[in-house]
């Protein structure tokens, strides 16, 4: 037997020997979904939940928009491949089976609904995972002496209706809207916040191929207009924009975290209900947990973890309001229902446990005001109960589910709406704001 042949059978042999697990990696999980999410947040959860079993040698692995990373944990190699081509890309590999988790930086959409009914309710909490917020940062060249701008004249740019800067204030510069795609998520919140709802890109309009080129246009280009998630915007000239009755704003990390920002959106995951997949479980609560919401701060987004916030009482409120934003802080947790109906929506449950540890946490006993809106109403008398009922749907989960007391509540009917367009009015608006002292 030659050299060549007595090395081929000891190698046979070692590799009989050995067990599977040390031969083959094992797919823990597969993401697909958002560009937003997929490109370094969803990396950093895996990479921090694999470390939070005890994973060794966790590496990653990227090639364009796909990342894997992988990891020894309790003798085997696994790895968690994420595809990362934009929100609709998710939802499709939820519908083919190729993936087990969505991700998205936007909500699900009717038509994704109603292709994935056979789940189950994809809007239900068990499917539904909101893992953070992002806001769209409105930007333009440096050089741009424009500093705010309304929605209305937003959609007036995008419609092809303002041409030139110098109709806004400007200087005799043609505008140069920029757009993303039409598969991005990205695309979908601004066009759902802008207009509405989805629409074509005008002629005139742009359409860039993600978030690294708008920058780079808006940077270098002297007309040019965009927007970019909030992580994205760190140096670019931000403009403040102005929604309902608000002061125009810059977004902040405090804004965001309020959604009070006419741009805010949620980031999530979706899964499939109808399937146990105990490694998927096990991932969404890490990412809900402290140590998964503080990476999605890490990676430049902002996540779920009340904050105390110091709010500059508006002028035109009503004096027991301006009382309490001069006595009180506000809490970045704002209470929203689903749909604009009388039940919390998924981020809203999953808050009253988010606020529980808050309170417990808190180094002295802190007394609580729910601060109740309603969305536009013919009739005022209407609106003010409106708004009450909603704070008091609030008061009595802490209080049966979470067993907190000492709960104030203050109804303000539609006073200081967030949102004008019929489509964006009834969530935004309808909201209960939480209040410390």
């Known amino acids: 037997m030659g050299a060549f042949t007595q090395l081929g059978v000891a190698l046979l042999m070692v590799l009989v020997a050995l067990p599977v697990t040390a031969l ?98 994809m809007t239900g909490v068990a499917a539904e995972h909101v893992i953070g917020l992002d806001a769209l940062v409105v930007s333009v060249h440096p050089m741009n002496s424009v500093q705010q701008l309304t929605i209305e004249q937003l959609q007036r740019i995008y419609r092809g209706e303002i041409r030139n800067w110098r109709e806004l204030g400007g200087a005799d510069q043609p505008v140069y809207p920029l757009h993303r795609d039409i598969e991005s998520g990205t695309r979908a919140t601004f066009d759902s916040e802008i207009f509405g709802g989805s629409r074509q890109a005008e002629p005139h309009v742009y359409e860039v191929s993600g978030n690294a080129e708008t920058r780079e246009l808006v940077m270098s280009r002297p007309g040019a207009i965009g927007y970019l998630p909030f992580a994205d915007a760190t140096g670019v000239k931000k403009v403040a924009i102005k929604a309902g009755q608000l002061a125009a704003v810059v977004p902040d990390r405090g804004i965001v975290a309020t959604e009070d920002f006419p741009l805010t959106r949620r980031l999530y995951l979706y899964r499939n209900p109808a399937q146990y997949h105990p490694q998927v479980e096990d991932f969404l609560r890490y990412v809900e947990s402290a140590a998964g919401q503080a990476l999605v701060a890490d990676t430049g987004f902002i996540n779920l973890s009340p904050v105390a916030l110091e709010i500059t009482p508006y002028p035109n409120a009503p004096g027991d309001y301006q009382a309490l934003m001069r006595e009180a802080q506000r809490l970045s947790i704002s209470f929203r229902f689903a749909d604009g109906s009388a039940e919390l929506d998924n981020r809203a449950l999953k808050d009253l446990r988010r606020l529980e540890d808050y309170l417990q946490q808190a180094e002295r006993e802190l007394e609580l005001t729910l601060v109740g809106f309603s969305d536009h109403g013919s009739n005022s008398n209407i609106t003010d109960l409106i708004s009450r009922f909603r704070a008091l749907k609030v008061r009595g989960a802490l209080l049966r589910e979470h067993s907190i007391s000492n709960i104030n509540v203050m109804a303000l009917g539609a006073f200081a709406p967030l949102a004008a367009n019929a489509g964006q009015a009834p969530f935004k608006n309808s909201r209960v704001e939480v209040w410390i002292r």
Do not use: C
Request: proline letters at 3%.
């Open 24 to 121: 083959e990696t094992q797919t823990l999980f597969r993401l697909t979904g958002s560009n937003t999410i997929g490109a370094e947040l969803g990396p950093a959860l895996v990479r921090g939940y694999l470390e939070s079993l005890g994973g060794r040698r966790i590496d990653q692995r990227s090639a364009g928009e796909q990342h894997w990373i992988t990891a020894e944990l309790s003798g085997r190699r696994v790895q968690v491949p994420i595809i990362a081509r934009g929100s609709s890309t998710g939802f499709k590999a939820l519908d083919t089976g190729s993936a087990d988790i969505g991700m998205a930086s936007r909500r699900i959409k009717p038509a994704e609904i109603n292709r994935l009914a056979r789940f189950g309710d």
